[in-house]
């Protein structure tokens, strides 16, 4: 869909909960600064420490390998663990800005049967098919509440018995391993011994001896394997709990190929009986939006060509003649897909294909590629018409003559976009304009090469009579023309006056017109994001958005609703929203 944007930049993410902003720059942040500060073509390096984690942002320079730096990354990251906290429950993540690792697929899933299988079909269904998919490279979900141990600690009884929360933390952590115990000889045979001292149930956990008077941790704190207590979050989808997942492709799979696949794969599972329950809705497809965008492109690809042959057939007033000139917009194509195709290869190894950008570049250059074949025909006809020479003798001096004025013309055109070609990954993202620029260059160029080969080898060998176009038969344009000339040279302080009018105007009308990134497109959902104040508990905020989610699903037929999903975050920020996906408009036949 897009080129291959690599970015120079890493993001280290580490989640260290419980905490505040001053004891994370302490005891995370800093590590990983000081150790990252001597990466070979680190540019410069940010942070951000929250109550919840460490956010270090590094920037390198320009024509960095990122395969290497990450590499370099991650074996530094392993030298700091040593130095962060010990109760860290994950280590520390290395996030990479690169367009082929966004994911490919989204979609959320949702159960309406007993909630305890919800977590077994996720992980053990949903994940393990998924991953099996030719083409899939990894598959992520979130949102999938899980149980963990806790540990709830009576504070009058670890007073009473003095035992120390922190000594308690590493006592089970302590006990949580298993260690080697040498080995025995036993029937001429070694056979080594190891002490398995690794918790398989809540009950290992409760029994832990915490001193030589036979306490238990069950007798000072409750030890129980539940869902958390708390909950600030929620994912929903038809009002029920949703998982969301998301799909990765292989770096030599096809995008339009492997989604195909999961689709097809989550309909076998609904199909299935035993998973009859479950529901799911496709959030992002991004093989859609290639199918739609690249479809898009060849209409307009289409229209424009044609339209581009019918101008021509209007002034040209000949079948043939108009044939000759259009035959360089399929040719020019086709030699630039061929320089694509070798510009990929090696020594050159080119990484551009063809993408939204590149096609476009191609797209804009149609209406382009015809002028160098009309001034090469058109001087061959003079030729003819004032010299009298044969068809394959004008042709030759024809296309020579005018060789070096089409040749300036092209490169005026060239040159403009020439830098496109070099620009870099920087802050501005506009790398990907290369594949803009380079597709242009490409076509432009081999309209040059086909209309000073191509169009004098047809026009010298299928157009023996020569049939003169309609453009000399306008007579009433021809004197407006002349007119309008002869006026603007003599009234010359006038016509100054009016171009530059007409330049103001053109600034002003800029002004007044909106402005955007992107243009929307036509879309069957709707997204609806709220704000909650933080004056709102967990529990009136789930009501605001439950009751809206019931409302809807309530007008379900009548608003042609198909599915709706909706979330909460009572975190920092206190936001939540809802997505509204209708159904397909209705075909008459």
Not at 6 to 33: D, F, K
Not at 461 to 466: E, P, Q, T, V
Request: aromatic share 8%.
């Amino acid at each position: 869909f897009l080129p291959d944007i690599n970015r120079p930049y890493l993001r280290i993410s580490a989640n260290y909960q419980g905490s505040n902003p001053e004891e994370i720059e302490r005891l995370i942040t800093r590590p990983i600064e000081e150790i990252m500060g001597t990466t070979p073509g680190l540019a410069s390096i940010g942070s951000n420490s929250r109550s919840s984690g460490s956010s270090v942002r590094l920037e390198f320079e320009q024509g960095t390998d990122m395969d290497m730096a990450s590499m370099e990354v991650r074996e530094r990251i392993d030298r700091v663990l040593d130095q962060l906290p010990n109760d860290m429950l994950d280590p520390p993540r290395i996030y990479r800005f690169q367009t082929t690792d966004w994911p490919i697929l989204n979609f959320g899933v949702t159960w309406t049967g007993e909630s305890d299988r919800f977590d077994s079909i996720v992980e053990n269904v949903l994940e393990k098919r998924l991953t099996t998919v030719e083409g899939v490279a990894n598959v992520s979900y979130e949102g999938l509440m899980k149980k963990s141990i806790h540990v709830d600690l009576d504070q009058n009884q670890m007073r009473a018995s003095r035992i120390n929360s922190t000594a308690l933390n590493n006592r089970i952590n302590r006990e949580n391993e298993n260690l080697p115990a040498g080995y025995v000889y036993a029937g001429g045979r070694k056979y080594n011994l190891r002490v398995v001292g690794q918790y398989q149930q809540v009950d290992d956990i409760a029994k832990i001896p915490l001193n030589a008077q036979g306490l238990r941790l069950e007798q000072v704190a409750d030890v129980r394997f539940d869902y958390p207590d708390e909950i600030r979050w929620f994912s929903r989808l038809n009002g029920h709990d949703a998982v969301s997942f998301q799909v990765y492709k292989a770096s030599t799979a096809n995008i339009i190929d492997v989604c195909s696949r999961v689709k097809k794969l989550l309909e076998e599972i609904k199909a299935d009986p035993r998973f009859s329950q479950l529901e799911y809705q496709v959030y992002w497809d991004q093989s859609e939006e290639i199918t739609n965008s690249i479809n898009s492109l060849k209409r307009a690809g289409y229209i424009g060509g044609v339209l581009a042959i019918l101008v021509l057939m209007f002034f040209l007033g000949n079948l043939r003649n108009t044939l000759v000139i259009a035959i360089a917009i399929p040719v020019s194509i086709v030699t630039t897909l061929f320089v694509i195709y070798l510009i990929r290869m090696e020594p050159v190894g080119s990484d551009l294909t063809l993408n939204i950008i590149s096609m476009m570049g191609m797209i804009y250059a149609i209406g382009i590629v015809i002028d160098p074949s009309i001034v090469v025909l058109e001087n061959i006809f003079r030729i003819r018409n004032e010299e009298g020479k044969g068809a394959v003798q004008a042709a030759i001096e024809g296309s020579s003559e005018v060789g070096l004025p089409i040749l300036a013309s092209i490169l005026t055109n060239v040159i403009v976009f020439v830098p496109l070609i070099f620009l870099g990954g920087g802050r501005g993202g506009m790398r990907f304009m290369r594949d803009f620029g380079l597709t242009f260059c490409v076509v432009c160029i081999a309209s040059f090469i086909v209309a000073v080969t191509v169009v004098p080898l047809l026009t010298g060998r299928l157009i023996h009579n020569l049939k003169p176009g309609k453009e000399r038969t306008f007579p009433r344009m021809r004197k407006v023309f002349a007119y309008l000339v002869d006026h603007a040279l003599r009234y010359r302080l006038m016509t100054m006056f009016i171009v530059a009018f007409i330049m103001w105007g053109a600034f002003q009308l800029n002004k007044m017109i909106d402005k955007e990134s992107s243009g929307w497109a036509p879309d069957r959902r709707m997204n609806v994001s709220m704000e909650i104040s933080h004056n709102y508990s967990m529990e009136d905020a789930e009501k605001i958005v439950t009751g809206i989610e019931n409302d809807l699903m309530g007008h379900k037929a009548e608003l042609e609703i198909k599915s709706v999903t909706s979330n909460l975050n009572m975190g920092r920020n206190n936001r939540g929203g809802l997505q509204i996906y209708f159904t397909d408009p209705t075909k008459e036949s």
